[in-house]
């Protein structure tokens, strides 16, 4: 440490759309009021991630990626107290300030609040040129400077590579049923794409008592998947009306989710809905993707087309929920770590998320300095 609290970290640097990342040394500023640093033990890799890398959504290069994670405060700035040092800790980019409007009401995912950290990454290379913090979290690097409504603690009974996903994929697949979809028993689920988004919108829609689940993707294997994760039915994008007519006995679905990114994903999604049904929008195409909605049909049928980010969900009580419910056995976070890699390998990891058969992969952090490959 320098005399003025930075730390020097290695990362995965990515230095433009296309090109192979690089690890590298960088500087960590100190935490500053409200912030706290955290050592990371594990981050998978999120399908936004690979929007940036791919260039499917602009950001500044360069920059480090990595938004849901899992690691140990080693640091509090002025003013926190949500957190202490060494507490285990999710990670996530879920920002709330406390104070604006948003989050008096508590929508935390909407906040507006002019945090420090939205106008300085605390990330330089080792000549001071500023790196991009992305998405305010830069977690493919062994230490992270966050703001502390960034982090939640869980308990040493979780492991780390599970804990990690409950900072994005998780909580917003389980987030848009239970907060966003209001899913309730016996409601009729779509669940359109089946990454590890849509098989934790499956998990909650089980959870939530849903019946039936049906479960679509291109993918035979993660058809196989969901049809594990509790989905009822599961089909290619083909078969979606005459299963869910079969399912339903001549119902529509209470609630469509679409939770890829995909374009064709949400061609026709609407179709599928039941009077009083609801439309849930979770994944986020590149930016340009257009959808036709009839809005007539819509008033006449009662329907809702809701958005949800992340969720929906506050880390302060959607955390704890769901590490209860996976201490519980009614939710499944080791069967969706397909692989673990080093920061070394850190671009086998993105290929393996690219390629559409793994459902998470996920970096890990040994910080005694041994290696972390290994594929379950
Ligand atoms: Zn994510
Ligand atoms: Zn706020």
Known sequence: MSGNGEVKVRAAVSRGVGMATSIKE????????????????????????????DGGWSIDFPVVLGHEAAGRVVELGEGVDNVAAGDRVVVSLIRACGNCRACQRGHDVACTGDLALLHRSPLSDLDGEPVTHGLGTAAFAEQVVVHCSQVAAFPDTVPPEAAALLGCGVLTGVGAVTNTAQVGAED????????????SVIQGARLAGA?????VDPLPTKQEAALGFGATHATGPDGIAELLTKATGGRLADHVFVTTAAPGAFAGAADQL?????????????EGVKINIDPGLLAVANQRILGSKMGTARLAEDVPRLVDQYLAGLLDLDSMVTSTHSLDDIDTAFAEARSGEAIRTVVVFDHSGHTGDSTR
């Open 188 to 199: 009729a689920v779509v669940v359109i794409g089946c990454g590890g988004v849509g098989l």
């Open 26 to 53: 960088l500087l960590l500023a100190a935490p500053g009021a409200d912030e706290v640093r955290v050592a990371i033990d594990a981050c998978a890799v999120c399908h936004s991630d690979l929007m940036f890398l």
């Open 274 to 286: 039941d009077r009083m049904g609801s439309l849930v929008l979770v994944g986020i195409p590149a």
């Open 211 to 215: 019946d039936p689940i049906i479960a």
